[in-house]
């Protein structure tokens, strides 16, 4: 997605030209930063992993782990950027706990001291390989919500979350899972599906509830194969998809061997959810189903993923760095350095807002005239690098997929919309889905 004129590494401000910048003001409108405190180290190597590369962003003496100064500096701005009364942080990375339990007593010092009235919450992203007794009373204690990274059964979860030296992870993520579920730390569980695990829907689903997890996420894996003639950066990965520009020739990338089949994702969400809708209602939250009931109900917001446009959702780097977004942590899309310009600027930058713009300015006709546009609005424009049936370039690789479910869920969506707006419980629909239906699926 750059010019190809940049450099290896992200060209950064020196070191005596940072400063403290002025506690911003409340941002137009509210935003969220994912925290990376400690950049793209991890103690795992997932198979899958699209982040962990982005140490070639970086000097290879860099110190990895975001400075007490900066630290307080993003906490203080953030908190005094967001214009509602609470305040979410999200930290992830990487492995964050690599960072120690007292670096984020510090996070929660920082946050009393410049909370200025307003209500904080944390949410922390983790493996949980690396959870103790010493982890779990603080989590416990603070109020932390954690996403637990798990992806199926010892052998589905094995077959690819391996630490560094390629050994099996199952074992010490359930070691981490007992140490939350012993101090009742809300968590919920995040499950990647790739090419292996697609395979297995209804034995992760059951897998996810009999260790007690009540809130499901599913994440796509759609990484495409290294194309050094296409690799814009110099690097030895290649940058996502331009908004702007189609590619010279008309094929679709060539997909890396672990992402998810195009059309099998469909399938897989399909399959929980024939499960979920017949006797886990009110039960079991899967997040992309929550999602899809407030898009029935014509309610705005939710996961940026799908919604119409985008550009609220920022990443932060251990370097104080700030990105369009997680997943476009190249140098064309950064917007600046935390301890020069505040975030809520950044957040209500021009670039900002044009990349969120153009979510929904360049979305194909194809996906315009799509009976269930409304649902998906296009997905996230990373995964936007395939061509239209009538030859426009910018359709989502899991365009497939979407079209497939949200068409399927339909009639059930239908059903607990009106239980909602009736003031009933949505749970209901359990009962009132025709036994057709539920035979059909």
């Given amino acids: 997605m750059s010019d190809g004129s940049v450099n290896k590494q992200i060209p950064e401000e020196p070191e005596e030209a940072l400063f403290q910048p002025a506690i911003s003001e409340p941002a137009n409108a509210p935003f969220h930063v994912m925290a990376k405190a400690i950049g793209p180290i991890c103690n795992l190597d997932c198979k899958y992993c699209f982040y962990l590369e982005k140490e070639q ?15 307080e500096v993003f906490i203080r701005d953030y908190i005094a950027a967001q214009p509602s009364k609470e305040v979410s942080f999200a930290f992830q990375g990487g492995e964050p706990t690599l960072l120690g339990v007292n670096y984020f007593r510090k996070v929660v010092e920082f946050q009393k001291k410049h909370a200025n009235g307003k209500q904080i919450q944390n949410a922390f992203q983790t493996n949980g390989t690396l959870l103790d007794d010493q982890w779990g009373a603080f989590l416990a204690e603070n109020n932390f919500l954690v996403g637990l990274s798990i992806d199926g059964p010892e052998d589905v979860h094995n077959a690819n979350r391996v630490d560094k030296k390629g050994r099996d992870t199952y074992k010490e993520v359930m070691r981490g899972l007992h140490i939350l579920r012993k101090y009742k730390v809300e968590f919920n569980t995040l499950t990647c599906v790739n090419a292996d695990t697609v395979q297995h829907p209804v034995k992760i689903y059951k897998f996810l509830k ?50 998810v089949p195009a059309e099998a994702y469909g399938e897989f969400l399909i399959k929980i959810f024939n499960e979920w809708v017949k006797r886990d209602v009110g039960k079991v939250y899967v997040q992309l189903f929550d999602v899809a009931l407030s898009k029935w109900l014509h309610i705005p917001g939710g996961l940026c993923y799908f919604a119409e446009t985008c550009g609220r959702a920022l990443a932060m780097e251990h370097d104080g760095a700030v990105y369009t977004c997680d997943h476009y942590v190249y140098p064309k899309y950064k917007l600046g350095n935390l301890m ?10 021009e670039q900002a807002l044009q990349f969120g713009r153009d979510k929904s300015d360049k979305l194909p006709k194809y996906c315009r005239d799509c009976s269930v546009r409304f649902a998906c609005n296009g997905e996230c424009p ?39 707006r009736a003031q009933r419980a ?15 699926s």
């Fill in 57 to 71: 962003l970086f000097p290879e003496n860099e110190k990895w782990k975001m400075s007490e100064e900066k630290l």
């Fill in 210 to 259: 009999s260790i007690g997890s009540k809130y499901l996420q599913f994440i796509p894996i759609v990484e495409r194969e290294v194309d050094t003639a296409a690799a814009k950066l110099g690097l030895d990965f290649a940058a996502p998809p331009d908004l702007e520009k189609a590619p010279e020739n008309n094929e679709n990338p060539k997909m890396s061997p672990l992402a």
């Fill in 340 to 349: 020069n310009t505040s975030l809520g600027k950044l957040a209500d930058s």
């Fill in 382 to 420: 990373k995964h936007r690098f395939t061509w239209t049936p009538d030859g426009e370039w910018g359709l989502n690789y899991l365009c497939p997929s979407y079209k497939k479910f949200f068409k399927h869920i339909d009639k059930p969506m239908k059903i607990m919309a009106d239980l909602y």
């Fill in 426 to 440: 949505p749970a209901e629909v359990m009962t009132l889905l025709p036994k057709q239906w539920q035979r059909n």
